[in-house]
């Protein structure tokens, strides 16, 4: 067993939090419709995301969610966690969302914004949950914010989740 003194647990701890980015915050200062800053290799991927989702919403004259840019690498890390364990959903409530759509596997990041955002746009409104969860996720007037996320394994599959708050 590991023991630290408590300002080295502490000095430990903020740099974990600072790094992992699964903080919770509620302070929408932080979230952007813009791109994000940095060295994400992702950023532009997870605007177009972001974008794609918007259009859908705003063609049932829904409002646009804000890209939740502070937990995009907790999303991404749900992703490798789902991946690693191949179990959509798997890592779900870990980075303080509502709701979550998956990706599973797919050829690649195009592909998902593409096809699979379409697809489960395509579900379409409708009774069971089971059969329209994904639609009824993008389409909730009570989300104002997503997070997506991207992980590509060895063999080149794209994980992807989107998160809702």
Same mark, same amino acid.
């Given at each position: 067993?590991?023991?630290?003194?408590?300002?080295?647990? +502490?000095?430990? +701890?903020?740099?974990?939090?600072? +790094?992992?980015?699964?903080?919770?915050?509620?302070?929408?200062?932080?979230?952007?419709?813009?791109?994000?800053?940095?060295?994400?290799?992702?950023?532009?991927?997870?605007?177009?995301?972001?974008?794609?989702?918007?259009?859908?919403?705003?063609? /049932?004259?829904?409002?646009? +969610?804000? !890209?939740?840019?502070?937990?995009?690498?907790?999303?991404? /890390?749900?992703?490798?966690?789902?991946?690693?364990?191949? /179990?959509?959903?798997?890592?779900?409530?870990?980075?303080?969302?509502?709701?979550?759509?998956?990706?599973?596997?797919?050829?690649?990041? /195009?592909?998902?914004? !593409?096809?699979?955002?379409?697809?489960?746009?395509?579900?379409?409104?409708?009774?069971?949950?089971?059969?329209?969860?994904?639609?009824?996720?993008?389409?909730?007037?009570?989300?104002?914010?997503?997070?997506?996320?991207?992980?590509?394994?060895?063999?080149?599959?794209?994980?992807?989740?989107?998160?809702?708050?």
């Amino acid at each position: 067993m590991l023991h630290l003194s408590v300002p080295r647990a +502490l000095a430990v +701890l903020v740099a974990a939090l600072a +790094l992992g980015g699964c903080g919770n915050s509620d302070d929408d200062d932080n979230e952007t419709r813009g791109s994000a800053s940095g060295d994400d290799p992702h950023a532009a991927e997870r605007q177009a995301c972001v974008d794609r989702i918007n259009g859908f919403r705003a063609s /049932e004259g829904l409002p646009a +969610l804000m !890209r939740w840019t502070e937990q995009e690498a907790c999303t991404d /890390e749900q992703a490798a966690n789902d991946s690693r364990s191949g /179990e959509a959903h798997g890592a779900f409530g870990r980075c303080q969302e509502g709701a979550q759509n998956e990706c599973p596997g797919w050829g690649s990041v /195009e592909d998902v914004i !593409r096809d699979c955002l379409q697809s489960m746009w395509d579900e379409g409104p409708g009774e069971p949950y089971s059969e329209h969860g994904h639609y009824l996720n993008m389409s909730n007037p009570d989300y104002r914010k997503v997070s997506c996320g991207f992980h590509e394994t060895a063999s080149g599959k794209v994980w992807a989740i989107q998160n809702f708050r």
